[in-house]
């Protein structure tokens, strides 16, 4: 008598994944500013606002104008030539926007 072979079984099927959808809607959410909550908007905006304000106040005491007994002449001075400081508002605004940015991200 001979041995019998044995037949190889067929492997069990595999699970059908489901089509994911990436991101989801709630991500989506997190991520774009268009989607926030309206209230979320207006602080991201007012933050940038406040970064923007506080960059130029320190761009005034960083440069030459600001040494000196009447600093609000001055500053009115200095505000006449933004080529002086254009680059602090901006990068303030920037800087604080992203940093609210990354909060938000962090808590969705």
Known sequence: MQPRRETPKASPPLPVQKERTWPSDAALAAISPLRWKHEHQVAWIVASALGAAVALLYGFSRSRYSA?????????????????????????????????????????
């Open 68 to 108: 000196g007994e009447s600093g609000g002449a001055l500053f009115a001075l200095w505000l006449e030539r933004p080529e002086l400081y254009w680059h602090w508002p901006m990068m303030g605004a920037v800087i604080a926007g992203l940093v609210f940015y990354l909060i938000r991200l962090l808590r969705a």
